[in-house]
């Protein structure tokens, strides 16, 4: 079956650190650029970071860079993603989705993250 | 940034009637390789989103003819032809033209 799996989200207090994983089955995983999508009820849909096939590039939204790293391991099929110094507003679920912009057509079933005190 | 902006964010519809779903972008969506990296996701309560159309009007696989996509420069539409019970949810188009890529606010199409 083609799919992403994230695990790893919960509970974490302000200024701590998180990782998640994404396992994909059903695809050729290292052919695929990988991205972290996440939403909150209040700010809907935020593109956080992308990471192309071979890993050697990586892209983030100006509100996580120097505290969010996506990285992947195509041996594993798994894709990454460390956050630290987290904040309040970071608290959303966040989800695995395969593709560049030009299409996000395979999307997991989201990790919340509860960043609070 | 791009801004993308949809119309309506609530759309009561009657079942078999069409629906259409606008959404602007503030800035050009055609890409230096001269496609438009323009997307339409449906997030049906309780469900992760699920790509419909990319690059404008290409359906993905599995995705019943009765969905549409047109438009081109900052403006672009997804249309149901017949509402059926199951096009319940939030749509949402989204750029992947310009980083950071962007999606629009969600329309909440429900049944009348």
């Known amino acids: 079956e083609v799919q992403l799996v994230e695990s790893g989200g919960g509970l974490v207090q302000p200024g701590g650190s998180l990782r998640l994983s994404c396992v994909a089955s059903?695809?050729?995983?290292?052919?695929?650029?990988m991205n972290w999508i996440r939403q909150t009820p209040g700010k809907g849909l935020e593109w956080v970071a992308t990471i192309k096939d071979d890993g050697h590039d990586k892209y983030y939204v100006n509100s996580v860079k120097g505290r969010f790293t996506i990285s992947r391991d195509n041996a594993r099929d798994s894709l990454y993603l460390e956050m630290s110094s987290l904040r309040v507003d970071d608290t959303a679920v966040y989800y695995c989705a395969r593709g560049g912009g030009w299409t996000c057509n395979l999307w997991g079933q989201g990790a919340q993250v509860i960043v609070s005190s | 940034d791009v801004v993308m902006t949809q119309s309506p964010l609530s759309l009561p519809v009657t079942l078999g009637q069409p629906a259409s779903i606008s959404c602007r972008s503030s800035q050009g969506l055609v890409f230096s390789d001269g496609n438009t990296y323009l997307s339409w996701h449906q997030q049906r309560p309780g469900q992760s989103p699920r790509q419909l159309i990319y690059?404008?009007?290409n359906r993905d696989s599995g995705v019943p003819d009765r969905f549409s996509g047109s438009g081109s420069g900052t403006d672009f539409t997804l249309r149901i032809s017949s509402v059926e019970a199951e096009d319940v949810g939030i749509y949402y188009c989204m750029q992947g033209t310009h980083w950071p890529y962007s999606f629009g606010q969600g329309t909440k199409l429900e049944i009348k």
């Open positions: 690059r404008v009007s």
């Open positions: 059903g695809f050729t995983f290292s052919s695929s650029w």
